[in-house]
């Protein structure tokens, strides 16, 4: 005990260089626990976010591309498939549910999803959990709104309030629909996943707000211009508008009766997992129009795979930073160890034993290694509170702010042991200055 008190007092006599080495050691720690959090919990995230589904189809396009947006809503789906093939895919054999989603609009920089009302009925994240309403009910026509559980808590919504939906993704909005307001008739439960901080509104109500300002409350089959081929597609069909059905958004409540003309992508879930190959090749092979069938799971391992060599880097990179700290607190250890054997010969003449100043030195490299891991998990944790809702609200990715990890608390043991095993270089050489070396020292 004595000893250590030694070791604490002579530490703060070194202070300067002593919290500089500290200083080090806490932003390597710091690093490396941040890199390791964000690299699990992203894993974790993005593979709760959606399961229990076997295909997602969009138009052709990339794997990772498809997954991104429509089910992380991250980045954007060029071009969009039509409802009819989306009509003859679902009445394929061995086709148990399906969910039809649209994107493209937002609210105040939160995603808005198109859909029915399969989505509430089939959508599954984590393990195979259903959607669950923490206040009000599904959308039973087309002016009402369901709200994911951070955009409620976000924005102050509550159920009767009205919003506006914008066009555009993001917090860039190109026209705001104010002639189409919208009730909230639901909010979900937090989920952790996408879900959370999107804006749900039935199909119909996609193109309610897209319909000429001449009949604000009914919905025309009229197709959405997208791109430039829908433009032309749409100029095309001008002429037969009157021929296509229009129906009123706030009739059929149980059914949302309606057809839009294309939709962004949709889910599948199959009776039986040996129909999802056939019909996956099926679709990529579809004739209609160029079509892409990707598995949810196989594409997430793909994506891993692209993201591997990034992980392995980063976490390199964290741990250079550890070594380089530690090597800097060895530094500083040899380089005070010159100026402080008159120190150490005046510990021996009072009978201080060689061991005495083995432990001493050991124990110094202790004391910093210890409130170096300690100050660096204190700052991790206060920067998880700080970037944890912006990983959320800009990427969906939920990092978990609880206690530190197994795997977590292994790399603060091995950090302790190498600031150890670092230390004991400095005591070594101290161990063998003899008393007379001590005292005949030249300046």
């Known amino acids: 005990m004595t000893l250590l008190k030694l070791a604490l007092k002579s530490s703060y006599n070194r202070r300067a260089s002593v919290l500089l080495t500290l200083f080090t050691i806490a932003i390597s720690v710091m690093l490396l626990l941040s890199i390791e959090r964000v690299r699990i919990d992203a894993k974790n995230s993005f593979s709760n976010t959606i399961s229990g589904t076997d295909l997602i189809v969009g138009a052709r396009t990339g794997d990772i591309q498809l997954l991104l947006a429509s089910v992380f809503r991250i980045g954007h789906s060029n071009n969009a498939l039509k409802w009819q093939s989306y009509q003859d895919i ?34 599954r994240y984590g393990k195979k959990q259903a959607l669950i309403f923490q206040a009000g009910r599904a959308f039973h026509n087309g002016q009402e709104v369901v709200l994911g559980s951070e955009v409620a808590k976000k924005m102050h919504y509550h159920l009767g309030q009205k919003i506006v939906i914008s066009h555009g993704m993001g917090n860039t909005s190109f026209h705001h629909h104010d002639d189409n307001p919208m009730t909230i008739v639901g909010i979900l439960a937090p989920t952790g996943t996408p879900v959370d901080k999107t804006v749900h509104i039935p199909l119909i109500a996609i193109d309610a707000m897209h319909a000429n300002s001449r009949a604000p409350r009914s919905i025309s089959a009229k197709p959405v ?31 949302l009766i309606g057809e ?28 209609q129009e160029p079509l892409l069938a990707i598995m949810p799971t196989v594409t997430l391992k793909e994506l891993w795979n692209m993201l591997d060599i990034v992980e392995k880097i980063l976490l390199l990179f964290s741990m250079v930073v550890v070594v380089i700290s530690l090597l800097g607190m060895l530094t500083t250890l040899l380089a005070t160890l010159n100026q402080r054997r008159r120190e150490l010969a005046i510990l021996r003449s009072v009978g201080a034993r060689p061991w005495h100043i083995f432990s001493l030195m050991s124990f110094e490299a202790i004391i910093i290694t210890l409130f170096g891991c300690l100050l660096g998990t204190i700052a991790f944790y206060s920067m998880l509170f700080i970037v944890e809702p912006m990983l959320q609200s800009q990427f969906g990715i939920s990092i978990s702010v609880g206690a530190l990890s197994h795997y977590e608390l292994t790399l603060l043991g091995v950090i302790m042991t190498a600031g150890t095993l670092m230390g004991l270089i400095p005591a070594a050489r101290a161990y063998f200055y003899s008393l007379a070396d001590g005292m005949s020292i030249k300046i």
């Open 90 to 123: 679902k009445q394929r054999r061995g086709v148990a549910w399906t969910i039809p989603i649209s994107l493209g609009d937002s609210h105040k920089g939160h995603a808005v999803l198109g859909t029915d009302s399969n989505y509430f009925a089939h959508y």
């Open 225 to 255: 211009a997208k791109n430039p081929q829908h433009d032309h597609d749409h100029d095309h069909d001008h002429d037969h508008d009157h021929d296509h059905q229009h129906v009123n958004i706030q009739s059929s409540p149980s059914d």
């Open 260 to 287: 839009p003309q294309q939709i962004t992508a949709f889910l599948m879930g199959f009776e039986s997992p040996l129909y999802t190959l056939q019909v996956r090749r099926n679709i990529n092979q579809y004739q």
